[in-house]
């Protein structure tokens, strides 16, 4: 007896997923990086491209066809020996008539095996082109070479340049504060006239609290101008008796300019991320492409599998004389390949 579940179905919705995953990344890479791999990636995408059409119409326009036109030749055919089946099992023919029942019934067989053998050569046929496909598909290398290509080379850049970046983006804060105490220092000794009583001397941040004998500040005020002149301690690397204004001003323009410098640097860095990024993005549309392409073939060769399984079903039936079961392995096969068929046919 047949039995329908030998035959195993392909998730055609994985599958169509998968062709046109291989598509969308293939297709829409934005570097230059790995190039030899990306190329291989659009080579294997006209490929699976042309199994997709093959496959297909083999099913639809094919082995379909083909099994359902042979269908009603096999019903003709196994109706014939079931009635000359009854001939030679009722007796009463003379020995001759016998010879002639016999000899109809050998050629019907004859037939019926000839048109067995034409649909399975069909669908042997298919297996051998399919699956020469296939053979060229599994054999682009893409996985493999993206290792040995250094793909942890560019991920370690890609972490140099973030903590560059990290480290630019806190010296570039620690100067804006610094720079921002500055300005509120100076902004408050000019507010209270100090450089001038002071003349081109301010004092250190140590006996600042002296300016309480010069002039009335509050506590947070002088707070403020300790933080300033702090802060130009920290950038000049230490001073002597004293702060001039002149400095101080020269201290303020120092740190913008150096602010301007690293920020300078960090848009360097930043475009030069960018780039990383965008070329990591395709190698991971890259290792998309070989994941979707082991689904394609893995969904396929289920289907192929079948199709073997089929004819082997074919080779054994006719050798053990089951002729009878022939038709019901035909309905099996077709009811198989439609099922693939409305498979296409759905959204994915």
């Known amino acids: 007896m047949t039995d329908n579940s030998q035959f ?24 230059e990086y790995l190039k030899p791999i990306q190329e291989k ?20 326009n094919n082995l379909r066809v083909k099994i359902k036109n042979e269908s009603t030749s096999i019903g003709v055919y196994l109706q014939s020996l079931g009635e000359l089946s009854e001939v030679i099992s009722s007796g009463g023919l003379s020995q001759e008539d016998m010879q002639e029942v016999i000899d109809e019934e050998n050629k019907i067989k004859a037939d019926l ?12 046929s298919t297996v051998t082109n399919l699956s020469g496909k296939l053979v060229n598909i599994q054999d682009v290398r893409i996985q493999s070479d993206i290792f040995e290509s250094g793909k942890s080379q560019m991920e370690d850049k890609k972490q140099s340049l973030e903590s560059d970046i990290n480290t630019l983006t806190d010296k570039k804060n620690s100067l804006n504060k ?13 507010d209270k006239n100090l450089f001038e009583t002071l003349t081109d001397l301010l004092p250190t941040g140590d006996d600042i609290d002296k300016i309480n004998e010069i ?4 506590a ?5 101008v300790k933080q300033g002149l702090t802060a130009f301690k920290k950038w000049m690397q230490g001073v002597g008796e004293g702060f001039k204004y002149s400095r101080l001003q020269q201290a303020r323009l120092e740190m913008e300019a150096e602010i301007n410098n690293i920020d ?5 860095k930043n475009q030069d991320l960018d780039s990383v990024k965008e070329a990591l993005r395709d190698v991971s549309k890259m290792e998309s492409v070989d994941t979707a392409r082991n689904t394609v073939v893995e969904e396929v060769n289920k289907a192929l599998g079948s199709f073997t399984t089929f004819c082997n079903s074919l080779d054994t039936l006719i050798a053990i004389n089951m002729y009878s079961e022939i038709g019901k392995l035909y309905q099996d096969q077709l009811q198989y390949l439609n099922s693939i068929i409305q498979e296409y046919g759905k959204p994915i």
Not at 220 to 224: D, H, R, S, T
């Open 215 to 218: 002039t009335t500040m509050t």
């Open 178 to 190: 610094s720079r921002e105490d500055l300005i509120k220092a100076m902004d408050l000794l000019r």
């Open 113 to 124: 095996k000839n048109t067995v053998l034409k649909v399975k050569t069909l669908f042997e």
């Open 220 to 224: 947070p005020e002088i707070e403020i």
């Open 41 to 60: 990636c659009e080579r294997l995408n006209l490929y699976i491209s042309d199994l997709d059409n093959d496959f297909q119409g083999a099913i639809a």
């Open 8 to 31: 195993i179905m392909p998730n055609i919705v994985l599958l169509r997923k998968a062709v046109k995953d291989v598509k969308s990344n293939a297709l829409n890479l934005k570097t």
């Open 264 to 268: 300078g640097q960090i848009a360097y």
